[in-house]
């Protein structure tokens, strides 16, 4: 157990703790290497909204902001400051609903985003794959065939377009589903089966979108890691042995092929999230998506970096979670 | 009675890609006939046919493989087999394991890597058997493992805990459970150090001699031959060249290629050069024309060039197919 | 090499779609030169005209014609896809080389980072970068960004490509015969590294010009310049599903879903050829 933990939890968690220092340090360094300077733009913005303002005050103004921002001192010390208030929680507050935390629109948006992306890649990942491990074995099948192709053409389609050729499709040509949205603008959100039903209603695009590319993605690799893993020699032991399809299936290859599938899903996490945030736009989906889009039209400078802090920490996040569910279909990475 | 009768079997693989079509023979006209009670040993080089012939011989034919004509009959205790014309179902239920089992090349990867060894057990007897009593089942393999020569407590490990000699032995045990009539053991010993070696020979003997069945032994390697095989046949290039008892083959081979075989095996107190062979295998998807050694054989005529050598049979016991035999019959 | 083209032509499905698709792309993209109209324009033409025969993709709202539209924005789409795969390959061989040839602590280090770079979220982190550079991030920028985040998946594939060379003979030939890391490294390692990189080559550009579509159509980079992804902006921005303007995001999606598919099929079907199992049964009977 101890070996375990020394060979792969330990890494594991190092990587976890590099990947939001990259990140972190990136988000930190990117605004500063901009030409804009954000205190100036705020100082300009108020100026020629017409409102007077002696000198002092404009001054006084500049230092708040200067401190609000975290750009006050050397470089070095604005790093550890801005370290220190992303420990503590605090993301500053929202520029264009002043003085509303950032952290709090944050919390609003994230269920949302979380829930869509949950039950889009749950669905996508296992039925796609189950699909996969079946189309190795069924391969005139029609059915199987129609699947296949549908999904080597949609997979290199960007979220976007597939969002919009179903927006326009569903919503427009033939009005199942309505066209943005979570819920009817002024609904009360409460806990009610009605509300619930509404939801659903309006999720159903935006995951459907989401899950047809990662269906066919995740059908794609299944497939072609079955048709490696059937001519593995365990495989064609099993068969030689006269084991039951079914059994070699499932216990054989299934079990073996879906070690690289999670791999696979912790890499592509980064890729779904950002698919995950274009979908919202689209849609109109409250999430961290259409909030990204709100804080870039009204330059909502802190927003922003909340956003990208908090999207970098929980891809991170939920990688480390998937690499702790690892060793547990995979005694080889138990027993080192 | 005899087990097995293979008769003229030919079996090729054809593949067609981007519009090129080849056809490997790899298996072109072999009879042989296993008896009850034997070890039979194959010998020949890589690339000779041997795994397609054991493919065949052991009903595993998938495509691009195909038989061409021949045919495969078993005699078993209780029923006969046309293996060519057999039911999927049946062939898996009732000849599968339990008459007929394979003992793969490489052994070191046959065992399901995610699943304990004792689970892979419970596999095999679930489908063949039915697992009414699970402890039985567990005092049964526990007690078959530890006859053959394994802690019993391997059972509870996964492959991957296990060492290359330690993981063939298991596959050994896992062929075994059901005492079938025929092992087919294919390149068993390789990639295994001589001791590691000495000890899975061991235990085939040991099971055959337990059981009374027949061994079919497949390995280039002609010392393990030599150490447990009753009778041997050597095969080249899709065909069978000579078959005799394995003192016969080894004091008075007939063959140029068996010949060749035997003369190159080291004798402590030789120190004779020994020559090797000219010339590489022939590709099978375009094999030489008449007999098939013909390119490296040192005592070749010009009959050789055009027409294929049949099977002559010198004693009872002895088969070569060699024109150089012609007027030597007994 | 022709003879490669008429092989997959004859024989392979993906191959002659693909073929086709790309062809359309490419002469749409050369035409941009001949184009009659400057792209920056407006109001030139009558606008929201319906697709016709002498307007092949309609006019938009800003009187623009769509085709000549088109034509300049596919060949600046493709411009960055190859920009972007040719900065990222760069980084990407330089790395997996390094990392895969020195081996040790520098390795660690490098494939620390490099998976880092894949655990990232790219987009958020791009959307940070365009919204300071406020709609000034050029195409050239742009793409030169998008190679800087889009070398860690072949940088791991390259350096596993090198850990197994690094077994071979040749290598310690080389090493012994006293040519230094990085002459072993370029001359030995190299050729061998190509057809990897030439296989993720058009998957780079597709993820790169995927990215471009999704940064316009938010409005953050510089609108000005035709993209695919600027044409949907530009039709959000008019609304023109509400207006029933179909046609102005009707051109640039099929466009983008012909590009797309085209270069997806190009390489899955030359994946399939270069594939040394198939390459096997390809030698001649």
């Given at each position: 157990m101890r070996k375990f933990i020394l060979n792969y939890l330990i890494p594991r968690i190092g990587q976890y703790l590099m990947v939001i220092f990259v990140g972190v340090t990136l988000t930190f360094i990117i605004p500063r290497l901009s030409p804009n300077d954000p205190v100036e733009t705020q100082v300009s913005q108020m100026m020629m909204s017409g409102s007077h303002v002696s000198p002092e005050e404009i001054e006084h103004l500049r230092e708040a902001l200067t401190e609000m921002y975290g750009l006050s001192g050397s470089p070095w010390e604005q790093y550890l400051a801005f370290w220190g208030r992303l420990l503590r929680g605090d993301?500053?507050?929202?520029l264009s609903t002043f003085p509303t935390p950032v952290s709090t629109l944050l919390g609003r948006a994230m269920p949302w985003t979380f829930g869509l992306l949950l039950t889009a890649v749950l669905i996508s990942w296992v039925i796609g794959n189950v699909l996969g491990a079946i189309a190795s074995y069924h391969e005139g099948n029609p059915a199987i065939r129609l699947v296949d192709i549908l999904s080597q053409a949609v997979r290199p389609i960007p979220y976007y377009i597939m969002a919009l050729v179903l927006l326009v499709v569903f919503?427009?040509?033939?009005?199942?589903?309505?066209?943005?949205?979570?819920?009817?603008?002024?609904?009360h959100v409460e806990l009610s089966w009605s509300f619930a039903m509404t939801v659903i209603r309006h999720s159903i695009l935006p995951a459907l979108s989401l899950i047809l590319i990662g269906l066919g993605g995740w059908f794609i690799g299944m497939k072609s890691l079955t048709s490696n893993i059937i001519s593995e020699d365990y495989v064609v032991y099993a068969e030689n042995a006269g084991l039951r399809q079914n059994t070699i299936l499932y216990q054989y290859v299934m079990r073996n092929a879906l070690l690289p599938q999670i791999t696979g899903l912790a890499l592509q996490l980064g890729l779904i999230f950002s698919g995950a945030l274009i979908m919202e736009v689209v849609f109109g989906y409250p999430g961290m998506g259409l909030l990204t889009l709100q804080a870039v039209m009204a330059n909502d400078y802190t927003l922003i970096m909340g956003i990208t802090l908090l999207s970098i920490v929980g891809v991170a996040t939920s990688v480390l979670i998937l690499d702790f569910i690892y060793p547990l279909f995979d005694p080889r990475v138990r027993h080192q | 009675m005899t087990l097995l009768q293979v008769e003229d079997l030919r079996a090729y693989y054809r593949t067609e890609v981007y519009g090129i079509s080849r056809s490997v023979r790899a298996v072109d006209g072999v009879s042989l006939v296993l008896n009850h009670n034997e070890i039979y040993g194959i010998a020949g080089e890589s690339s000779c046919g041997k795994t397609t012939l054991i493919k065949v011989i052991s009903g595993t034919i998938k495509p691009p493989l195909r038989v061409e004509s021949g045919s495969v009959r078993y005699n078993f205790k209780a029923f006969d087999v046309d293996m060519l014309n057999i039911d999927e179902d049946d062939l898996r239920l009732n000849v599968r394991w339990k008459e007929i089992s394979y003992v793969m090349?490489?052994?070191?990867?046959?065992?399901?890597?995610?699943?304990?060894i004792i689970r892979t057990f419970e596999d095999i007897v679930k489908t063949h058997q039915g697992l009414p009593d699970k402890k039985l089942f567990l005092e049964h393999t526990r007690t078959h493992v530890r006859t053959l020569g394994l802690p019993a407590d391997v059972l509870n490990l996964y492959p991957h805990q296990l060492s290359g000699g330690m993981r063939q032995r298991v596959a050994i045990a896992l062929a075994t459970v059901f005492h079938p009539s025929l092992i087919i053991a294919d390149e068993p010993t390789t990639a295994l150090d001589v001791v590691v070696q000495r000890g899975v020979l061991h235990m085939l003997k040991a099971i055959q001699e337990q059981s009374a069945n027949t061994v079919l032994l497949v390995t280039h390697d002609l010392a393990v031959h030599a150490n447990v095989a009753d009778r041997v046949g050597i095969m080249y290039a899709g065909r069978i060249v000579e078959e005799a008892p394995t003192r016969i083959i080894f004091n008075e081979p007939r063959h140029p290629y068996t010949q060749h075989l035997i003369q190159s095996l080291p004798v402590i107190g030789d120190k004779s050069p020994k020559a090797s062979l000219s010339g590489a295998p022939p590709s099978l998807a375009n094999p030489p024309s008449g007999c098939r050694f013909h390119p490296r054989c040192p005592m070749a005529m010009e009959i050789c060039l055009t027409e294929t050598p049949e099977m002559i049979r010198l004693t009872p016991q002895h088969r070569v197919a060699c024109h150089l035999m012609t007027g030597a019959r007994a | 090499m022709l003879t490669v083209i008429r092989d997959l032509l004859k024989y392979d499905g993906r191959f002659r779609v693909a073929f086709v698709f790309l062809l359309m792309i490419f002469s749409l993209a050369v035409l941009s030169v001949v184009?009659?109209?400057?792209?920056?324009?407006?109001?030139k033409v009558p606008a929201d005209v319906p697709p016709s025969l002498s307007r092949p993709f309609g006019t938009n709202s800003r009187g623009q014609d769509l085709f000549w539209w088109m034509a300049f924005a596919v060949r600046n789409s493709l411009l960055l896809g190859l920009v972007t795969a040719i900065v990222s390959r760069v980084i990407a061989i330089f790395v997996g080389l390094t990392s895969g040839y020195r081996g040790g602590t520098i390795d660690r280090v490098l494939m620390s980072i490099n998976d880092s770079f894949v655990v990232l979220p790219v987009l958020p982190i791009l959307i940070l970068l365009s919204f300071l550079f406020q709609g000034r991030l050029n195409l050239m920028s742009l793409a030169i960004i998008l190679g800087l985040f889009g070398w860690p998946w072949d940088a791991r594939l390259i350096r596993a490509q090198v850990l197994s060379l690094k077994e071979r003979a040749f290598t310690r030939t080389s090493v012994y015969s006293g040519a230094s890391p990085f002459r072993t490294s370029m001359k030995e390692h190299f050729p061998f590294v190509l057809p990897i990189v030439f296989a993720t080559t058009i998957n780079n550009m597709l993820w790169a010009i995927g990215f471009e579509v999704t940064l316009s159509v938010l409005g953050l980079s510089d609108v000005t310049i035709p993209t695919i992804g600027t044409a949907i902006y530009w039709a959000n921005q008019h609304q023109a599903l509400v207006a029933g303007i179909w046609w102005w995001l009707g051109a640039p999606i099929i466009v983008a879903i012909v590009l797309f598919l085209g270069l997806y099929l190009l390489f899955s079907s030359l994946n399939e050829y270069i594939d040394p199992r198939t390459r096997l049964r390809r030698i001649g009977a």
């Open positions: 993301l500053g507050p929202s919503a427009y040509y033939i009005p199942i589903f309505p066209f943005s949205g979570a819920y009817p603008p002024g609904m | 090349q490489g052994s070191m990867s046959v065992l399901n890597p995610v699943r304990k | 184009s009659p109209h400057d792209p920056g324009a407006t109001f």
